[in-house]
């Protein structure tokens, strides 16, 4: 009984390490996993994080993985990822974005399409630079404004104690912010109750889009798409100059629905990570009196108080912001821990990467190399007490904060926006709005906010950015008077 038991086992072993491959010399550790072709992705797509730690104990913090037919090599410890920042040609990420860009949105593979994308991207640095960002602020503000308005109920005449009312958090925060986001970029009339119903339900199942399961199979998500990209092929003349400039390109290098195509792919890029970067921002803050009093404070120097603000007739400028550091550590900290981006890259070139340790990672071509920043975000020997939310982690008097390990600078060690050629380029943009978001909210409402935990990460969605929370957040909340 025992021996075909044996024998079948060999033989499974033996066709998983053929189907899965083998480590060759000057490579890292491999894990196959247990499932062919397959290999390790059920356990990577259960909790990514757990898993990645588990390969860690065992294999050192440099290994292969075997994921859904791919070869996919990590790095986890932070003081190896300039070793892939800094080497765009033999590790590319062109083919990376090509890939999932047409998979996701169903435009042609930019390298395959005479649109060019150099222009479409040079327009990102161009118009959500930090000193090009007043023209979104405004409307964005004016939405934001516009949406507590509708919601004011019952009124700020009512007498205090009738003015509290209930709110799921994480479901108030993102209709605002993305009804402010996108009105932001799209005009001033977008988006309506179905544009937002019709983005959640794509969203929802975008790990499954990208992961390459076909649209056939995901019900609904054809239809919510093709409606989205239709309806975002339309110009509106209240739309920010960023989309003007886009329009102009496409328009002239491609037809309608391509255009509506790549309109939904900046508005997923806004927005998906943005909603809930802004959610963490805002729950962390308000569930730490400390933070919250010192940022209130913060906001009050920078004339919160002031009722022209208050009703919103004044808006907040450049200098008024760039001075609110508190403000900004809060907003890096939240990041700090809601971040599950990946950096990844194809590798061009066989080659060895150099590592810390002194030792070299062999890669062959083909394969892909990831950095995971969520656990590079809880190392304990970079960021002290790494689970814990320090609002002022982030302050310094001067530049951008600095951080260690082992007595070394370790620059990439954070890493909510990606790095090198893949870096998000909204960045300012999306620090900036959350800002707004936050300053507006504290200057219009009090918050009550119960003591209990707050919801954990989602990790479906790891490798996607910033996790929405599983769960939400019941708050009360109450319009502060304007005048
Ligand atoms: C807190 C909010 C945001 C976070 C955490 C974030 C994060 C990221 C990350 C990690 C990437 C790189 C993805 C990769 O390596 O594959 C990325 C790419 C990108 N992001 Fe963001 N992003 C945010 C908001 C925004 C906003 C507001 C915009 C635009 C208005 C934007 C536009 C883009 C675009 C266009 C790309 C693709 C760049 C490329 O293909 O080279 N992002 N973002």
Request: aromatic share 10%.
């Amino acid at each position: 009984m025992r021996r075909p038991f044996a024998l079948a086992a060999a033989g499974y072993l033996g066709a998983l390490r053929l189907l899965n491959g083998a480590r060759r010399a000057g490579e890292p550790p491999l894990v196959r996993g247990w499932l062919p072709y397959l290999g390790c992705a059920p356990a990577f797509g259960r909790d990514a994080p757990g898993f990645l730690e588990r390969c860690r104990a065992r294999c050192g913090s440099v290994f292969t993985l075997v994921i859904a037919g791919k070869r996919m090599t990590f790095l986890l410890d932070a003081r190896d990822f300039e070793a892939l920042i800094k080497e765009p040609k033999r590790l590319s990420f062109y083919e990376i974005k090509c890939e999932i860009g047409s998979k996701a949105f169903g435009y042609r593979r930019p390298d395959e399409s005479p649109i060019d994308n150099d222009a479409l991207e040079g327009m990102y640095g161009e118009h959500l630079k930090p000193s090009r960002l007043h023209e979104l602020s405004r409307a964005l503000l004016a939405r934001l404004r516009e949406d507590l308005d509708a919601r004011d109920d019952p009124g700020e005449d009512a007498p205090a104690r009738l003015r509290w009312r209930n709110a799921e958090l994480y479901e108030f925060i993102s209709r605002l912010m993305f009804d402010a986001g996108a009105a932001a970029l799209y005009g001033e009339d977008f988006p309506s109750d179905e544009v937002y119903a019709r983005f959640v339900a794509f969203d929802k199942r975008f790990p499954l889009i990208v992961a390459g399961v076909p649209l056939r199979f995901l019900s609904g998500v054809a239809d919510d798409r093709a409606w989205l990209v239709q309806h975002l092929s339309r110009t509106r003349e209240s739309m920010s100059q960023l989309m003007w400039a886009r329009h102009g390109v496409l328009s002239r290098q491609t037809d309608a629905r391509e255009r509506g195509q790549y309109a939904l792919s900046l508005l997923w890029a806004s927005q998906a990570n943005t909603v809930p970067a802004a959610f963490w921002s805002v729950a962390y803050l308000l569930r730490d009196a400390r933070a919250l009093a010192a940022v209130r404070e913060e906001l009050a120097a920078g004339g919160a108080d002031d009722p022209a603000r208050r009703s919103g007739e004044r808006v907040w400028t450049r200098d008024e912001l760039d001075s609110m550091r508190l403000l900004d550590s809060c907003i890096c900290e939240a990041l700090r821990l809601s971040s599950a981006s990946m950096v990844l890259r194809r590798v061009t070139e066989s080659h060895a990467i150099p590592l810390v340790s002194g030792a070299t990672a062999r890669v062959r071509e083909g394969d892909l190399v990831c950095l995971f920043p969520y656990l590079s975000h809880r190392d304990p020997e970079i960021f002290e007490a790494p689970n814990e939310y320090r609002f002022d982690r982030f302050v310094r008097a001067q530049g951008v904060a600095r951080f260690e390990k082992r007595g070394e600078r370790v620059p990439f060690a954070y890493l909510p926006y990606g790095a090198g050629a893949s870096m998000c380029p909204g960045r300012f943009w999306a620090h900036r709005e959350i800002k707004l978001l936050i300053a507006t909210l504290l200057t219009a409402y009090e918050f009550d906010v119960p003591r209990h935990a707050l919801p954990p990460l989602d990790q479906r969605r790891a490798g996607l950015g910033i996790l929405p929370p599983d769960g939400d957040l019941r708050v009360r909340l109450r319009r502060r008077r304007r005048r």
